[in-house]
């Protein structure tokens, strides 16, 4: 089975501080995805990669970025992290083909006090 | 730009009883389709996928979807639902574009309850 892994379960971080959030897939996966869930609000694609050193902007961009040095690991950052970023965080990754679905890592939940 | 509605945030539904959750989706041609399924505290799942041919989809877990073009609907069902059914469930749908801004759109999620 494809696993993606995402190094925290829990993080509890303070304001300002510069947050790491990592992920890594086992399956030499193209394209991987950070997403950020809330309540109300679904799922929002914050960063796409789709090789390695690319990375593409999703919908809610604004306060990251993100790093893909190698294939099968890509971080999300927070520069400055801020309380409007407490957030459950999803890393995902697909195959050659983006369409065959998806695979999720199982989150990160972030607080930021 | 493709988008998804899931008309329904929670749903109750006593165990052993069937089950519908609704979906809806707006594309231009005919659009990658896809449930997934996330219990507390956890990744999203994978459910069922539809991309052509028949449009009655079997997935995992005793679950279904059928793709009705005329409606724009994927909807799900499960004919007799189990107390490990509660969790939230969401529909996706993806497009293919010309560049790389390939991916999954997905809907808010509907959170489905079971009672005893």
């Known amino acids: 089975d494809v696993k993606v892994t995402q190094s925290s379960r829990y993080l509890v971080k303070r304001t300002g501080e510069k947050v790491f959030l990592e992920c890594v897939q086992d399956?030499?996966?193209?394209?991987m995805f950070w997403y950020r869930q809330d309540p109300g609000l679904g799922l929002r694609l914050i960063y796409f990669?789709?090789?390695?050193?690319?990375?593409e902007k999703g919908d809610i961009p604004e306060g990251y970025s993100v790093s893909r040095e190698k294939k099968e690991r890509f971080s999300l950052i927070l520069e400055s992290a801020s309380t409007n970023q407490t957030s459950m965080y999803l890393c995902?990754?697909?195959?050659?083909?983006?369409?065959?679905?998806?695979?999720f890592g199982s989150g990160t939940r972030l607080t930021v006090v | 730009a493709q988008s998804v509605t899931q008309p329904d945030i929670h749903i109750t539904v006593s165990e052993g009883a069937s089950l519908e959750l609704r979906c809806n989706y707006s594309?231009?041609?005919?659009?990658?389709l896809f449930w997934y399924v996330q219990s507390p505290g956890q990744g999203l799942q994978l459910l069922l996928k539809?991309?052509?041919?028949?449009?009655l989809v079997q997935g995992i877990k005793g679950f279904e979807a059928e793709f009705k073009r005329s409606q724009s609907s994927f909807n799900l069902r499960k004919p007799s639902v189990h107390w490990s059914d509660a969790a939230e469930y969401f529909c996706?749908?993806?497009?293919?574009?010309?560049?790389?801004?390939?991916?999954?759109?997905f809907g808010k999620g509907t959170h489905l309850i079971i009672q005893p």
């Open positions: 594309y231009g041609a005919t659009p990658y």
């Open positions: 399956m030499d996966h193209e394209n």
């Open positions: 996706a749908v993806g497009a293919r574009s010309g560049g790389g801004a390939d991916g999954l759109t």
């Open positions: 990669s789709y090789d390695v050193k690319m990375k």
């Open positions: 539809y991309f052509s041919g028949d449009t």
């Open positions: 995902a990754s697909s195959g050659t083909d983006r369409l065959d679905g998806y695979t």
